[in-house]
């Protein structure tokens, strides 16, 4: 029985979307570290750092007639040696981090395109590490976005440490996913038993 061609022309425009997922993850996890290489490099050279630092309280901006208050600035700083290697440090584990993570999300498309189905292959195990990572990464990642200011700010003053709670929502929707395809395994590992 021969298919009809358009039923043929969206399974390549599938595989083709596919195949650029592929592309653009894969691109993610290469590109990543060396970003954050370069990043890292710049800030051993000497490049400064910016960070948010807190004003006295009660100033204001004059914009356009209209008083703003100004409760922090925005200021370039030089880190010493030591400072610098800490965050270029930060830097390349952001990088490793993000490639890491582009990897495991590359192979769950590959695994997905090459299976015959879609609950095979261990693709419930591939997610739920990826929400691991997303969730312990993230955080972290969070975390240590405050590290420039805890660093190079004198005696602490106007320090602002943010912790993002995105990771865990990003994290708890990626695990969601994966116990639809761990459900999804055990119900097709229990059809494949009654054929």
Known sequence: MATPASTTDSQSDARA??????????????????????????????????????????????VGGTALPLDSAFVEVLPTTTQAWVLA?????SGLFIALVAWLVYRVLVTARTEPGPFRGGMATRIFRISGLVMAGGMALSVLSGLPNLLLT??????????????????????????????????????????
């Open 17 to 62: 979307w596919q195949v650029l997922a592929e592309g653009f993850t894969l691109f993610a996890a290469g590109a990543a570290p060396v970003f954050s290489i370069i990043q890292a490099i710049g800030t051993l050279t000497g490049d400064p750092v910016v960070i948010e630092v807190a004003t006295d309280p009660g100033r204001t901006l004059d």
């Open 89 to 93: 440090g930060v830097d390349v584990a």
């Open 154 to 195: 004198p005696d602490g003053a106007g320090l602002t440490v943010s912790l993002s709670f995105l990771p865990l929502f990003v994290a708890a929707a990626i695990a969601w996913t994966a116990e639809v395809f761990r459900r999804g395994e055990a119900l097709e590992s229990d059809l494949s038993g009654l054929v």
